[in-house]
C-alpha cells in the first residue's frame, strides 16, 4: 500500500494469517489496513491485506467479513 498517513492506529500492523485463507507466506509477510466504512466511527470489519514489500506488494486482498473470506485485487 502506498501513502499515508493511515487513519487508523493499526494500518499498517503484521496480519497472521492465523484463518489460513491466504497463501501461506513467513509471519511479517502481509500487512492489514483499514477500508472504510460509510455511516460508522470505527474501524468496522473490513481490510485490505497485502503481502511483499509495503510501497510494491505481490499481492492484496480484500475482505469484507472481517477475514472469514478474502478475494484477490488484481492491479
Known sequence: ???GPFP???D???FGNRERLLPAKNRGFYREYT??????SHRGIRRIVCG??????DACYYTADH???FRRIVP
Open 1 to 3: 500500500m502506498r501513502g
Open 8 to 10: 487508523y492506529d493499526k
Open 12 to 14: 499498517g500492523v503484521v
Open 35 to 40: 477500508v472504510k466504512t460509510p455511516g460508522i
Open 52 to 57: 511483499g514489500d509495503s510501497r510494491t506488494p
Open 67 to 69: 477475514y472469514a473470506s
